[in-house]
């Protein structure tokens, strides 16, 4: 873009750096600044003048999003402080609580067009047509639609939370800035007011908007599940060493941008040997660390993979419990031979549609359905849920 061009002197570098990602969030926040200042002092001028509420609210909106701009701004300068004694993993998500501020921002303007809306269905009023505001409404919804496309693409290319969440709050007002050019129309060709009535739709849009934004932004600070995409990515880097027999139980915490910890149970062939375990399970930490910048740490289970009769039962199991829950699957699977009777010790994995009754019932099911095929086998089921967004 022409303003990257003139403005960002490394903006075609494809490693986004920590110095990087803090000028182009700096650059993105004035840049809103600077517009929703000029939309909002505009509107709130013009729509005095022709009497509209839903142009005026659609001002205040605007002049939310200035303010919204700026404290993304300090979020961003916050974010990007080093570690330090108090806070070993980063100020990452001060970005986090930046956009949580904005969504309270945008609801609290909400509010306010929306008693100004009803107040003026109750009181009434003269709306007055001009041409001036039908231009500077048409105009606003195409600044604003370059605004959102604007902060889309930084988002994209910063991996910037706040600046995803201003894009969809930019685009939210195309919508709201249209609404109150069809109120104007109307009332030119129909002799119509509606401009409380919209002033209220307004208002209820930009709600809307603001529990958005709360969403997207609560989510990663109350933890979220892991999307399946990375899921992928790391179990598939893990797996891939020679020694590793399988993976689960992949947890990971983000504390702002590429700040993420994260465990896993990984399965190693016992034959290998603890010393050997061990030498494999350091590399995988630091591979992990250098290739996705995150700070992984390992348990190892060691399995057998050569014993024949606990990949039967395993296979068994398996199969019980596809015929009871067909989206359940089996992990941490071990065979403990005593000389009377032999444990088995495994987990099953079910969606999180499946009640804690069920649970109970399906390990219950899974133990008596075992016994029927072999009476001297005993069973220690763990039903749990995955870690693992749909």
């Excluded at 061009?5 to 809103?32: C, L, N, P």
């Excluded at 939370?161 to 109150?180: N, R």
Aim: hydrophobic fraction near 45%; proline fraction near 2%; charged fraction near 25%.
């Amino acid at each position: 873009m022409m303003l990257e061009k003139i403005f960002m002197r490394r903006y075609r570098d494809k490693e986004v750096t920590a110095q990087i990602r803090e000028k182009y969030g700096v650059f993105a926040s004035i840049v809103g600044v600077i517009c929703n200042v000029f939309l909002s002092v505009s509107k709130i001028l013009v729509g005095g003048l022709v009497g509209s509420v839903a142009i005026v609210a659609d001002g205040f909106n605007n002049l939310s999003d200035a303010s919204s701009a700026v404290v993304s701004l300090v979020g961003i300068k916050l974010s990007s402080k080093p570690a330090d004694k108090e806070h070993p993993f980063g100020h990452g998500r001060y970005e986090y609580i930046a956009a949580l501020i904005v969504a309270f921002l945008i609801l609290e303007v909400a509010i306010t067009c929306f008693k100004d809306g009803a107040q003026r269905i109750v009181d009434g009023g003269e709306l007055q047509f001009s041409w001036i505001s039908i231009i500077l409404l048409a105009g606003s919804m195409l600044l604003k639609f370059w605004l959102s496309f604007f902060y889309r693409r930084i988002a994209k290319k910063v991996d910037s939370q706040v600046c995803m969440a201003t894009s969809k709050d930019a685009m939210g007002d195309v919508f709201i800035t249209g609404a109150a050019l069809v109120s104007m129309v109307i009332f030119k060709i129909f002799d119509l007011d509606i401009d409380g009535w919209v002033g209220c739709g307004v208002s209820i849009m930009i709600f809307i908007a603001g529990i958005d934004v709360a969403k997207d932004t609560i989510e990663p600070l109350i933890g979220e599940a892991i999307p399946r995409e990375l899921y992928d990515l790391v179990t598939g880097k893990v797996e891939a060493y020679d020694g590793v027999v399988g993976s689960h139980d992949l947890l990971v915490h983000s504390y702002g941008h590429n700040k993420r910890m994260a465990s896993i149970h990984v399965e190693f062939d016992e034959n290998l040997g603890m010393r050997k375990i061990h030498e494999i399970v350091e590399k995988i930490e630091e591979d992990i660390l250098r290739d996705l910048g995150m700070c992984l740490v390992i348990h190892a289970d060691p399995v057998n993979p050569n014993d024949e009769e606990a990949a039967k039962l395993r296979e068994l199991m398996t199969q019980l419990c596809h015929e009871y829950e067909p989206e359940s699957t089996i992990h941490d699977f071990r065979i403990m031979r005593g000389e009377e009777k032999t444990l088995l010790v495994f987990d099953v994995v079910v969606p999180y549609s499946v009640s804690d009754m069920s649970k109970r019932v399906l390990a219950l099911e899974l133990e008596n359905a075992l016994r029927k095929q072999n009476n001297n086998i005993d069973c220690r089921i763990t039903v749990e849920n995955s870690y693992i967004s749909d």
